[in-house]
Every structure is written in structure tokens, then in C-alpha cells.
């Protein structure tokens, strides 16, 4: 009721001005990735539990939780990575931008490009830096008339590679460092457009130097993008991460914006884990 | 390695009720001094300045380490803020003590006007308001806590009375006027000692609950 008369009186003095005020978009509107009593199954092992999830735009989301508590397991099912498992069985929703990926009339194709995802180790193609990136792009029909050269230069410069590997775009991409692959991976899922990113545990295989490199584009890239990071590492959850989830045996134990998580959790459990006081 | 973090912070806590019981007696002993005009009482407390200082030191190195080698969190990191914030406390009390300690000798030869201006009373006040926000911090518990904002207030208020009949004292006998105005010194130290032991009892709130609270 405040919003609607504030808005009027905004509308009211922006008229003598010329502008109409835009209203300012409802929480919801902020809400890309919901999921609704997500359970999931592995065979009779139930590892996720009654799951309900709000992701925000341009946010960083991290997953916390001890091995095994099926963060990597809610993040695969952000974009149906685990379709290719045959043992799972998935109940409730998870809606992208209100729709559920997981009804009959979804495109999958359109979900994946549309939700991205790094994995712990970089796994490049083993073909050149330049086909890595322009690989995505290539089977995308609508990328047909764009000029390659631009993308993969326009890309590499957005994972803050470009200046390390312009003079040797023809070179394999294997023969990078880590760091310098799981960038380039990076690039790659930025290469056709995506909304959403999902990284899973993406600095863990990686060197201090490595992980600062990545961690300093992840917050970068939030500005684009909406970022959802399972990691393994408080600290980093700590840093670089607006909202946090803790889970644990399958189920979202607490879930609130990074710093009262880290200062003052509300449930014990969280507690717990979080000082080492866990097992 | 969450362990020995543990452990750590454990000792540092142990090490800060020395420092808090050692802050308390050098101003405990200091009064004492004062009122009994015992010159070598005063000299103790000063000798323990250089204890105090070394707590200080010692402990902020502790905790600093504790923080880069273990990066805590949530309860363990507020029980270091708290400490590293805490000592400062502790250390301005504990040299409180020795300013006071240091007047002594200027009332030896002179009728028991600290007595008679209402400082014994003043540090009857102030002193339980130390020991409860050490006792709060060392079992974190914060009730004790909770009418701190009007002690402190009846303490102000104990200033200002001594602060008028030292004014008053001072008309009256010319001749002990800088023995006075050592009086309303030691009234401010104590005003302040109040006010310090208000600030630890705002970070052991901290500490215990996670949530700031302002007590002025």
C-alpha cells in the first residue's frame, strides 16, 4: 500500500519532467532459480530433501556443507545434469524464471545453454584455445552470422584470460596451467550467452595464485551474470558470496545472506560446522 | 586443526581474566593506597604497569596469529574481536590505577578528604562493574549485564556530587585546593573506569549473542 502512494507521488512529480517513474521490480522479479520441494533420489539413498531455494539475480549463492550432503548434487539439478543419471529420481520443482525445468514441455538444450556450469577439475576440449571458446557458439544456429574472431577475443577478455594467451589463440588448450584452463573454461560457458553460472567447487584443484585469479572473476562476474558456487572452502564462501546455504544430509539446514551466516548463525548445526566443532 | 584453535582461544581466555583480575587489583589497590595514605602499597601498583602493558602486547600478537593461521568464525571469531577489543579496556583501567597510585603522596600529610568526598563510595560503585562484566565474559552469560546503562548513569552522578562538594571544599579551605583538585581527577579516572567496563560489557554482549548493543 506505501509502494503504490509512494509511486504515485513519484509519477506525479517525474509528469512536470517528462519521465515516468519505473517501478521498482518486486522481490520475486529478483528471483531467477526456485525450487519447490526438490527432492531427489539416488536408487533408495534420498539425498536431497524437501530443498526450497531462492537464487537472486546478479548474486553469488555459495553451498556449504561436510562431504556427501548433496550440494553438488542441488546444483546439478539446477540444470538437469543429473538426467544422465539412471538410478535418479527427482520430485518437486525448480523454476527458472518461474518455469519448471523439470516439466515435459522444457527445452533442455535452451536450459543448458541458458545455465552453465564449471566443474572442479577444468576440463578443456583438447583442441585449440580459439575452438574451445568458439566451440558453443558454432552448433548455436543463431551465432551463425557473428564474427568468431570478436566473440572467442570478446569472451577470453571477460574471463580476464586474453592478455595470457592472445598470442597463442592456436595453441592446445591442454597445455595451459590449471588456473589458466579452468579460465578458459570459464570463457567457454561464457561464450553463448548463458544467465545463470553453477561452479562446482571450481577453485579446489587450483593453486593460491590460481584460486585468487578465479575468485576476483567470479565477483566480476556477478555484475552479468547470477553465479551459484558449491564450495568446499568457509573462506571462500565467506568472501566472495552474498547469500549462503548451509546443507547437510540432504537437507538446506539454514540458508541467509553470507555475513550473518558467518557471524551469527542461527542454528546450531550451522554453528557447528562452520567453527570446526563438526564429527 | 579446529582443535588447537580451540585450545587457543581457551588459554586466551584464561589469560584474560588474569589480565581483567590484575587491571581490577592494581585500581582496587590504588584506592586503598589513597585512603589509607600507604605510600608503599602505591608503588606496587605502579611496578605492575609494566605486567599490564605486557598482557596487552602479548595478547593482541595471540589473537592476531589465531585470526590469520585459523580464520574463525561465527562464536570464535566474536570471542577474539571481543578480546582484542577488551584488552584495550583492561589496559586503560590498569593505568587508571597507576595515576591514581601516583597522587598518593600528595595526601599523606592532609585530613582524609578522599574519604570525606565520596570517592570510596564512588569506587564501590564502579568496582562490581568490573567484576560482573569479567565474570560475564568468562562464563557468557550476559544477565548480569543488564542494568549496566543505569549504574553507569549513578556513577555520572557521583562524579558531579564530588565534583561540587570538592568546589565547595576549595572555598572553604584555600590551603587544600591542588589536594582537591587531585580528588576531581581521581573522580574523572573513575567516571572513565565506569564508562570502560560499559564498553567490555557492550562486546561480551557481542560476543555472546552476535548482536551490538549501544550502552551510553
Excluded at chain 2, 597507576?98 to 563510595?121: C, Q, R
Excluded at chain 2, 567484576?131 to 562464563?139: R, T
Excluded at chain 2, 548513569?153 to 565547595?168: A, G, K, Y
Excluded at chain 2, 579551605?173 to 567516571?191: D, G, H, Q, S, V
Aim: some cysteine; aromatic content about 8%.
Amino acid at each position: 500500500m506505501n509502494v503504490k502512494v509512494s509511486l504515485k507521488k513519484k509519477n506525479m512529480m517525474n509528469e512536470k519532467f517528462g519521465q515516468k517513474f519505473e517501478p521498482i521490480a518486486p522481490y520475486e522479479n529478483d528471483i531467477i532459480i526456485k525450487s519447490k520441494k526438490l527432492n531427489l533420489w539416488y536408487d533408495d539413498n534420498h539425498a536431497l530433501i524437501d530443498i526450497d531455494i531462492k537464487v537472486k539475480r546478479n548474486k553469488i549463492t555459495a553451498i556449504i556443507g561436510p562431504s556427501g550432503c548433496g550440494k553438488s548434487t542441488l546444483i546439478r539439478s539446477f540444470n538437469r545434469m543429473n538426467d544422465i543419471i539412471d538410478c535418479c529420481k527427482i520430485e518437486g520443482e525448480v523454476n527458472y524464471h518461474g518455469k519448471n525445468i523439470y516439466s515435459d514441455d522444457i527445452n533442455i538444450i535452451q536450459i543448458r545453454k541458458s545455465i552453465g556450469m564449471i566443474f572442479q577439475k577444468p576440463n578443456p576440449f583438447p583442441m585449440s584455445i580459439f575452438d574451445n571458446i568458439a566451440y558453443g557458439p558454432r552448433l548455436h544456429k543463431e551465432y551463425r552470422n557473428v564474427d568468431l574472431d570478436e566473440l572467442v577475443e570478446k569472451n577470453l577478455k571477460r574471463a580476464v584470460i586474453w592478455e595470457e594467451v592472445k598470442d597463442r589463440l592456436e595453441d592446445s588448450a591442454i597445455s595451459l596451467s590449471g588456473g589458466q584452463q579452468q579460465r578458459i573454461c570459464i570463457a567457454r560457458a561464457l561464450a553463448i550467452e548463458p544467465d545463470v553460472i553453477l561452479m562446482d567447487e571450481p577453485t579446489s584443484s587450483l593453486d593460491p595464485i590460481a584460486t585468487r585469479k578465479i575468485e576476483e572473476l567470479i565477483f566480476e562476474l556477478k555484475k552479468k551474470y547470477t553465479v551459484v558456487i558449491v564450495t568446499h572452502n568457509m573462506q571462500q564462501a565467506a568472501r566472495i558470496s552474498d547469500y549462503t546455504g548451509f546443507m547437510y544430509l540432504g537437507e538446506m539446514i539454514e540458508f541467509g545472506e553470507t555475513e550473518q551466516i558467518f557471524e551469527k548463525p542461527r542454528k546450531e548445526l550451522t554453528e557447528r560446522y562452520i567453527t570446526g566443532r563438526f564429527g | 586443526m579446529a582443535k588447537v584453535m580451540h585450545e587457543e582461544i581457551i588459554n586466551l581466555k584464561k589469560e584474560f581474566i588474569e589480565m581483567a583480575n590484575l587491571a581490577l587489583s592494581m585500581l582496587d589497590d590504588a584506592i586503598n593506597a589513597l585512603i589509607n595514605k600507604d605510600i608503599e602499597l602505591a608503588k606496587t601498583v605502579d611496578k605492575r604497569k609494566r605486567s599490564i602493558r605486557d598482557y596487552d602486547v602479548d595478547m593482541e600478537e595471540k589473537v592476531l596469529k589465531l585470526i590469520a593461521l585459523y580464520q574463525p568464525m561465527a562464536i570464535d571469531l566474536r570471542r577474539l574481536a571481543t578480546i582484542l577489543k577488551n584488552i584495550t579496556y583492561l589496559y586503560r583501567l590498569g593505568r587508571y590505577g597507576k595515576d591514581i597510585a601516583a597522587t598518593v603522596k600528595n595526601f599523606v600529610d592532609l585530613p582524609p578528604l578522599s574519604e570525606s568526598l565520596g570517592i570510596i563510595h564512588m569506587w564501590e560503585h564502579v568496582k562490581p562493574m568490573i567484576e560482573d562484566a569479567i565474570e560475564a565474559f568468562d562464563v557468557e552469560d550476559i544477565s548480569k549485564l543488564k542494568n549496566f546503562e543505569e549504574r553507569d548513569n549513578e556513577v555520572d552522578q557521583l562524579r558531579w556530587s564530588i565534583f561540587r562538594e570538592s568546589v565547595s571544599y576549595m572555598m572553604e579551605y584555600p590551603k587544600y585546593i591542588t589536594a582537591c583538585a587531585y580528588i576531581l581527577m581521581i573522580a574523572r579516572y573513575l567516571e572513565r573506569c565506569g564508562d570502560h567496563a560499559c564498553k567490555m560489557a557492550e562486546k561480551i554482549h557481542y560476543m555472546v549473542t552476535g548482536d551490538h548493543i549501544e550502552i551510553s
